[in-house]
């Protein structure tokens, strides 16, 4: 386990220093678990560059990637004790606190990037961002990886019935859970730490990703059928802690939401062009089959998760899914 004091000592405030606010050099731990070539790796880099310019470097941020600080299931806890300052957790794994974000996770809910992109930029995005705010936590964004994809060690997922009796893995969210038991499989969930060693270990038969992550934590390995399904999206909540938020200046918080805006901008360009890049690099570097998503079978998929949809209809309170299906259009 990692020795949180010795790595962030300056994190140990005197009360007096937390009535005050921070001092003149401001430090953002950002912890998250992807590799650094990915969508979210890139866009906190980004982001640390983009404060560091608009800030005349008064505010740093340090990026710890691949879980090297806390795994997905840890990170959470993490920031709200004021360990770390700032994650980019999928909105999956935050449903739990936020039901709302569940809605994001019906599968075949976006379009293309595009609808993506206009949802998590526009009205509908501001909206989902409040709902987690609270005394510990603040969302500052929606960030994006990408469309999810069907791999699986067992043979090729084209039709409901092949998922029959297989083990998925799946983040922490209920939606994809049931979503794999609508088609008849059975969904476990897994940290994304611990999802290579579990492939590894023929621990799942299968499991949902986008291409990025597939091919730069090397799943493909042991998934050797990929079905480009697109039927779900993989995004981020970038939430800071808002204890230390509040701490930080006016003058300097504007600076921060805006390099927020513009490496958000940037990464839901960006995370089309990863995935489309790195899916053929795949195809050349990989012996990985690939299939494309019979579209005749889309109605077939679709008649499955009718239940999930009527489910979380019932769970929020708005017409946020008819607003989301509705941007863009
Ligand atoms: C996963 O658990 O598969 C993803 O949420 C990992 C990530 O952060 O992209």
Known sequence: LIDTETIFPQERMTIDEEQQ??????????????????????????????????????VRVEVYPNGIL??????????????????????????ELVP????????????????????????TGKELLHFL?????????????????????????????????LTFRVMSGDVLKKQFQLLGAKPVTASFTDVYSSLERHQFDG???????????GLYKFQPYLTLSN?????????????????????IQLQIIDAMLETTIWNMDESKTMNESQLEEMKRQTGISIYDFPIEAKSRWMEKFQPLYKEVEGQVTNSIITKILNTGK
């Open 21 to 58: 606010g921070l001092e003149d050099q401001i430090t953002i731990v950002f912890s998250h678990v992807v590799a650094e070539n990915t969508p979210k790796g890139l866009a906190a880099q980004k982001f640390a560059e983009l404060v560091s310019k608009k800030t005349d470097g008064r």
């Open 70 to 95: 806390y795994s997905d299931h840890e990170e959470l806890e993490a920031l709200k004790r004021g360990e770390i300052q700032m994650i980019a957790p999928s909105y999956t794994n935050m449903t």
């Open 100 to 123: 709302e974000w569940k809605v994001l996770d019906l599968p075949f809910l976006f379009r293309d990037y595009d609808h993506a992109k206009a949802v998590f930029t526009r009205e």
């Open 133 to 165: 705010d609270n005394e510990n936590m603040k969302a500052l964004a929606f960030w994006s990886n990408g469309f999810k994809q069907m791999t699986s060690s067992v043979h090729p997922l084209l039709e409901p019935a092949d998922f029959k009796n």
């Open 207 to 217: 499991q949902e990703n986008t291409i990025s992550n597939i091919y730069s934590k």
């Open 231 to 251: 039927h779900g999206y993989l995004g981020y909540s970038v939430i800071i802690n808002n204890k230390f938020w509040n701490r930080i200046p006016a003058d």
